[in-house]
């Protein structure tokens, strides 16, 4: 499986963002991380809808939209989609998420399944058609620049287990929060394949996105 790096957005210089964009473009990134929060479902709020509809003009790399919004399933509409995007829902912000997983399926975008790090696996297990992958949240959701919480290592490698087990080896582990280049390493050995790149690597200031990108890429090649 393809190990792909998902810059975050919310961490990204705003004030140079353009720029930035052609420099992901240029060193061919595989995904923009959106965050779109709430205030709600998590105890902050960061990009946007209209960010959403400038991205999808200014570049052609898939986004890989983060939804931590109370009730998403009320909410698709404001969001533009494009095929080939990624759109994750987490399962503890509505009650009908499987309704919500085959409506994004619908609508033509890669459907993910995120978890809080208090969920426990077993709850993707009657959503495995509904699904491209999962998402690990490895932080509590909100804020960037957070603490790994250490047990997330090992629930990446228990859910590569389930999926594999389960018949569904093309499922993908997306891991998000604190990602820095060892954990990126341990991750990637424990079965995850997509990496959502903020603080911890990427945006490390004083070295270029192009160094950080090239060290990151390095990590999650191990295996
Ligand atoms: C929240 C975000 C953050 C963050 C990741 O969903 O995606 O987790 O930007 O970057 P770190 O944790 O490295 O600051
Ligand atoms: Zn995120």
Redesign the pocket.
């Known amino acids: 499986m393809k190990k792909k790096i998902s810059p ?1 957005l ?2 990204a210089d705003f004030l140079n963002l353009g720029a930035e964009l052609k420099e992901y473009e240029r060193l061919g990134v595989d995904l923009l ?1 959106i ?1 779109i929060m709430d205030g709600v479902f998590v105890p902050n709020y960061t990009l946007g809808t209209d960010f959403i509809k400038k991205l999808h003009r200014a570049t052609k790399i898939p986004l890989d939209i ?1 939804l ?1 919004i109370d009730r998403p399933d009320a909410k698709l509409d404001y969001f533009e989609l494009r095929a080939g995007d990624y759109v994750s829902v987490h399962y503890e912000s509505t009650p009908h998420i499987q309704r919500t997983l085959a409506a994004l399926r619908q609508a033509g975008v890669k459907p993910i399944l995120a978890i809080n790090p208090g969920t426990p696996i077993c709850v993707v297990e009657d959503l495995l058609p509904d699904i491209d992958a999962v998402l690990v ?1 490895t ?1 509590n ?6 603490k790994l919480i250490p047990q997330t290592i090992d629930k990446i490698a228990r859910l590569r287990r389930l999926l594999d087990s389960a018949g569904y080896p093309e499922i993908e582990i997306e891991c ?5 280049f060892d954990n990126a390493a341990k991750m990637s050995r424990a079965g995850a394949s997509i990496f ?6 990427l ?1 490390i200031d004083g070295t270029s996105l192009e160094e950080n990108l090239k060290k990151l890429r390095a990590a999650v090649e191990v295996e």
């Open positions: 975050s919310m961490c991380h965050d983060h931590m949240m932080v959701p909100g804020y960037a620049g957070q998000d929060g604190n990602i820095s959502v790149a903020g603080t911890s690597s945006y």
